[in-house]
């Protein structure tokens, strides 16, 4: 039986000597789509398509120059009587108060970037209708939704943007189910 991957979980919310990092970081702007206007829409039409980008924290990296703030210690085995390393993160803390700006300006960026060769409203529903790593999109047919599903994966593939769950497979199951 293979052994899981072991990963880093960092809790920006624990304080050290009285200082959370969170406290230490700073706070974007809210620049993700209004939630409940994402739900509203979603309703809208007849094809629903849920997404979620696997992996979005990991995914969006720090730049280099500011990879020495996000240091941290690491003891071999969790040997505290051993000396620590020392590592700097290359991608956004899961929990850090910036990281859900950042996941969502790459997302938008992304799109942006690679938007030519793609239908617009492809575009404009990653940026409307997508919250932190969420994307909740809904399309009036079922071509259409083939054709976003095809669209949207190729564009943030592009990105290096790959794993986005539930995508393809909720749509045609339900053009299968209901037009077939």
């Not at 979620?52 to 996000?70: C, H, T, Y």
Request: aromatic content about 10%; hydrophobic content about 40%; proline content about 6%.
């Amino acid at each position: 039986m293979k052994k899981p991957d072991l990963r880093v979980v960092l809790d920006c919310a624990a304080q050290f000597a009285g200082v959370p990092p969170n406290d230490m970081i700073y706070q974007e702007p809210d620049t993700t789509a209004e939630l409940r206007c994402i739900l509203i829409s979603f309703r809208k039409e007849a094809v629903a398509i849920p997404a979620d980008v696997e992996e979005m924290f990991i995914r969006v990296k720090v730049p280099e120059s500011d990879r020495g703030a996000s240091r941290f210690l690491w003891w071999q085995e969790g040997d505290m009587s051993r000396e620590p390393s020392e590592f700097q993160m290359t991608s956004h803390p899961f929990d850090a108060t910036s990281s859900p700006f950042c996941a969502n300006f790459a997302l938008n960026k992304t799109a942006q970037i690679f938007s030519d060769g793609y239908d617009g409203y492809v575009v404009d529903d990653v940026k409307n209708n997508s919250y932190v790593d969420d994307c909740l999109i809904s399309i009036p047919t079922c071509d259409q939704a083939k054709s976003f599903v095809k669209q949207i994966s190729e564009l943030l593939c592009r990105g290096s943007i790959q794993k986005m769950t539930d995508l393809g497979s909720n749509v045609l199951l339900y053009c299968m189910a209901n037009f077939i």
